[in-house]
């Protein structure tokens, strides 16, 4: 089996800085794009920032400039720095991995629990 697990969430003041780190683990061959999506009360979950294999990132616009999203292959680890931080970013935070398991030909996706991101203004 497969788990991703997520920290680093919390209450930040508007301006401040959060990181959040996600870490996978178990039957794992190989692991292709990483990324983290959030999802607002009311709100469809979207796409924040994601991050291929070969590093190439993707951002949604609305985090342009403020968010970094990052990974260490080795350690099966992806981080997303959060700079700037503004009210609209309060959502519930969810990793996401494409992993192909051991035995596996395809990839699959994988979430991890969600963390909580307070913005307060």
């Known amino acids: 089996q497969v788990q991703l697990v997520e920290s680093g969430g919390g209450l930040v003041q508007a301006g401040g800085s959060l990181r959040l780190s996600c870490v996978a683990s178990?039957?794992?061959?190989?692991?292709?794009?990483m990324g983290w999506y959030r999802q607002a009360p009311g709100k469809q979950r979207e796409l924040v920032a994601n991050i291929r294999s070969d590093g190439s990132t993707n951002y949604t616009d609305s985090v342009k400039g403020r968010f970094t999203i990052s990974r260490d292959n080795a350690k099966k680890v992806v981080y997303l720095q959060m700079n700037s931080l503004k009210p609209e970013d309060t959502a519930v935070y969810y990793c996401n991995a494409k992993i192909i398991r051991l035995g596996s030909l395809w990839d699959a996706d994988y979430w991890g629990q969600g963390t909580q991101v307070t913005v307060s203004s």
């Open positions: 178990g039957t794992i061959f190989r692991i292709n794009a």
